[in-house]
């Protein structure tokens, strides 16, 4: 990541959301995940596995995840992360709360340029 990053500050409320984002389209890995967020950064975001897992963990104690192990011919022993129905509810739930509020901050922000 090069100082035009974007700060992991700003990135860390919404990881469960980037997460469910990432299963919506498919099941998915650990690993994969990663590589997933990365690629959809263009680079600019690298999720470290800590909080990968500490979220993925989060999530399917909610009830917004479940997981399974792999088979081998999937390359080896590797489990597996799905979004529940209640995933897909919480996913465009907190992505309509997030275009809210950063209409919001938007407007707190850019209201004093001028």
Do not use: C, F
């Not at 489990?79 to 938007?106: C, F, L, S």
């Amino acid at each position: 990541m090069g100082e035009s990053s974007i700060s992991s500050d700003l990135i860390r409320g919404s990881i469960d959301t980037i997460i469910l984002r990432v299963l919506y389209e498919g099941d998915n890995y650990g690993y994969e995940i990663i590589k997933s967020i990365s690629k959809y950064s263009d680079g600019q975001y690298e999720l470290k596995e800590p909080s990968l897992y500490t979220s993925l963990k989060r999530l399917e104690a909610q009830g917004n995840i479940t997981s399974y192990w792999g088979d081998e011919s999937q390359g080896g022993r590797r489990k597996y992360y799905t979004v529940t129905p209640q995933g897909h509810e919480t996913y465009r739930r907190n992505v309509d709360a997030w275009k809210m509020a950063k209409k919001m901050i938007d407007q707190l922000i850019e209201s004093g340029e001028g």
